[in-house]
């Protein structure tokens, strides 16, 4: 039996990366940019306000406060006409263009309205308590200018880079596509959700739960339904599964009469990789991968049926399996805490423990919650990371340090 080591390097060896696409930059979020990004535009477009304020010379406020005619006002989205000259100001908003032979705003909050010289603009006292040259102007093209490379191949596109993209007027992208994946359920004894389980059955809440997770890890996941265990619809199912990048199934992969899941991959041209890992939940994991024409391939992940075994086989093998695909490094996330109170292990395989992780004061806490084994999917409800514990027959007190795998 392998390590989760050894068989997660098989798993990330056949897991290349997508081909890049034009994507709409709308659909884009999260995905892996394939080319480099620049600026079609100067930003700020002008010379702008940063306030609402008055545009003044300097200057005119090196001895203290001094009235100023106000010549116009000019809002964003405006441009300015007269241009300023000493004594005079131009009342300005914030983004607006800076008008000619101004050099400095003055804020609202440091102004007062005098009464008015017949012109409707009025007159202005400025009081700021100093004035530098240049105070409250962001400068053309600061932020960019025209040409600049503003993103590069390589990075992932969240909330912010949308934005960016947006400024700099990109409608599509190119970037890596999610992974497409499907999941499959098998058992005869599965009804679905909206049903109500007859003698000897239960609701399919694998398909649900790993249709989710693979979402979270950034794939776009299809649901191929339930299939039973019999060789015609698990063939016919599986081969529906294999158009996607990614087949992940759940049960039929142990040792039981029914377990029919390896010999129907294998015969429909899936090359087993591995069965069974050294693992706790989760030993009977298959992974194996179809070639198909054209250089495409099929990652096949069959999950054991218990639920937390499928849970865990997902968040091990095939979250990974999923960022690689999208042309992104994974590295979980671990760290270590302190276990709240005596922990015994027993078992030859290391062993994933649904836990609480808790963190105060710079201080990690973690509490491996009391499980009634891998068909308990409640517990896991309360679970927030993965407590790992080694192989072997021990006990650890209270203050030992764990590693602990958060869970997303
Ligand atoms: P198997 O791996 O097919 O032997 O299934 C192991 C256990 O997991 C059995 O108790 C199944 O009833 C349960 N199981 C299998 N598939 C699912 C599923 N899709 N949803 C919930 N439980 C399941
Ligand atoms: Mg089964």
């Given at each position: 039996m392998q390590s989760v080591e050894e068989a997660l390097e098989q798993v990330l060896k056949a897991a290349q990366s997508r081909s890049p696409v034009k994507v709409p930059s709308r659909d884009a979020l999260g995905l892996v940019l394939a080319e480099d990004v620049a600026s079609?535009?100067?930003?700020?477009?002008h010379d702008k306000s940063i306030v609402d304020g008055y545009a003044i010379l300097a200057a005119d406020l090196a001895d203290g406060p001094a009235e100023f005619d106000v010549l116009e006002e000019v809002t964003a989205g405006d441009v300015p006409h007269e241009r300023v000259v000493s004594g005079a100001a131009v009342r300005i908003m914030t983004g607006a263009p800076l008008p000619e032979g101004a050099d400095s705003v003055v804020m609202v909050e440091q102004s007062e309205l005098r009464a008015g010289?017949?012109?409707?603009?009025g007159r202005v006292l400025l009081n700021p308590s100093q004035v530098t040259r240049g105070q409250n102007i962001m400068r053309r093209a600061v932020a960019m200018a025209r040409g600049d490379r503003v993103l590069s191949t390589g990075h992932v596109l969240r909330a912010i880079e949308l934005g960016l993209l947006a400024e700099v007027g990109r409608t599509e992208v190119l970037a890596i596509p999610r992974p497409r994946l499907a999941v499959l359920a098998t058992g005869n004894e599965l009804v679905r959700p909206s049903e109500k389980p007859a003698p000897g059955e239960i609701r399919n809440s694998n398909s649900p739960m790993l249709i989710a997770a693979a979402q979270t890890a950034g794939a776009e996941a299809i649901d191929l339904g339930i299939a039973r265990d019999e060789q015609r619809d698990l063939e016919q199912r599986i081969a529906q599964g294999l158009a996607a990048d990614v087949l992940v199934l759940s049960g039929?992969?142990?040792?039981?009469?029914?377990?029919?899941v390896p010999a129907v991959l294998s015969s429909l041209g899936v090359e087993p990789v591995f069965h069974k890992i050294r693992m706790k939940p989760g030993k009977p994991l298959w992974f194996g991968v179809k070639r198909h024409d054209a250089g495409r391939t099929t990652l096949v992940f069959g999950l054991p049926g218990n639920p937390a075994s499928s849970f865990v086989g997902f968040e091990v093998f095939v979250r990974p399996a999923i960022a690689k695909l999208a042309g992104r490094s994974f590295s979980p996330s671990e760290t270590h805490a302190q276990l709240t109170g005596e922990f015994t292990h027993r078992g030859d395989r290391p062993t994933y423990h649904p836990s609480v992780l808790a963190e105060q004061g710079g201080e990690r806490s973690v509490r491996p919650l009391r499980s009634?084994?891998?068909?308990?999917l409640r517990v896991w409800a309360e679970a927030n990371c993965l407590a790992c514990f080694p192989a072997g027959d021990y006990s650890l007190a209270a203050g030992e340090e764990v590693s602990v795998r958060k869970l997303s």
């Open positions: 079609d535009v100067d930003s700020p477009p010289n017949g012109s409707t603009l039929g992969v142990s040792a039981g009469v029914l377990d029919l009634q084994g891998s068909g308990d």
